[in-house]
């Protein structure tokens, strides 16, 4: 009789850790469940340690030792290369399979086609954030979302877009197109809110800052946490990103750039994502 240990969403790290469990004495097979690959054991003699040794791996499946034991057995399993690298090609397949990061990434680009042709004061006037006073007599609260859509330059999209169409994608394609509206809707208006906390408005009481680099921020940080919190789901950034993002963000503080950051979206954005993240990954493990 069979006894489950633990289940994949991706082929690979099922093999890699079958492999490994069989070279260390437990023999272990791969089956597939609907859309899960679980590794099973062949009886349940080894199945504390064997518990061990899957937790291990889920803390560092990359870890060479894995890999060995796959060439040891006559295969060559490998993980699933990183789809964290900036080829445009792949940037647009995804977002092609993933409808919600397709609109949102639309919606971008054609407010800044607009403003590029003159209807940057009208487009302004209706999206941009105004101060909590004024929206709880006015009652325009899609000015919490609004600046995300509104950019101020051709390298402010490109940054945010590429971001948003590598990491969106990602969630919505794993997740769901569901949880990416929530990660948006949450992210998007806590950190255009906290970003107003830290501004002042200008003429017709609007705070002239904009972007998406908030739920850029959001989706990193939801990405990041879930890799880390729930590896076994699929969902992982490489540490040189998490790290460049981490680093961006800082210097974004210490104001030695050419533009004005919004550094309280950043960071609200940021602790944003990761909260959910958490909230998720807790909510999971209850429902188990």
């Not at 899957?54 to 789809?83: C, I, M, R």
């Not at 197109?177 to 255009?192: D, G, P, R």
Request: with cysteine; glycine share 8%.
């Amino acid at each position: 009789m069979d006894h489950p240990l633990i289940a994949f969403n991706q082929q690979s790290p099922a093999h890699l850790l079958a492999n490994y469990l069989t070279s260390q004495h437990i023999q272990a097979n791969v089956v597939q469940h609907d859309k899960e690959f679980v590794v099973v054991l062949d009886n349940s003699e080894h199945i504390d340690r064997a518990k061990i040794i899957a937790e291990d791996f889920l803390a560092n499946p990359t870890h060479p030792k894995y890999q060995q034991a796959a060439w040891d057995n006559g295969k060559n399993v490998q993980l699933a290369p990183s789809s964290g690298g900036f080829s445009m090609g792949n940037i647009i397949a995804d977002a092609v399979k993933a409808p919600f990061t397709s609109v949102v990434f639309i919606l971008c680009v054609a407010v800044y086609l607009l403003s590029l042709f003159g209807l940057f004061a009208p487009i302004a006037k209706h999206l941009l954030m105004q101060p909590f006073s004024v929206l709880s007599e006015s009652h325009e609260w899609w000015r919490l979302l609004g600046p995300a859509f509104i950019h101020f330059s051709a390298l402010h999209i490109i940054f945010n877009l590429l971001w948003w169409g590598m990491l969106g994608a990602k969630i919505e394609r794993t997740l769901g197109m569901s949880m990416l509206l929530i990660v948006f809707l949450v992210s998007a208006a806590i950190s255009n809110a906290a970003q107003a906390l830290f501004s002042e408005p200008v003429q017709a009481n609007l705070y002239l800052f904009g972007g998406l680099s908030g739920v850029v921020y959001a989706v990193m940080g939801f990405v990041w946490w879930l890799g880390w919190l729930r590896p076994s789901w699929g969902l992982s950034l490489p540490n040189s990103i998490v790290g460049f993002m981490l680093v961006w963000l800082v210097i974004g503080y210490a104001d030695i750039l050419w533009v004005n950051m919004a550094n309280a979206a950043h960071t609200a954005g940021l602790i944003s994502g990761c909260l959910l993240a958490a909230a998720l990954s807790l909510g999971s493990g209850k429902r188990q």
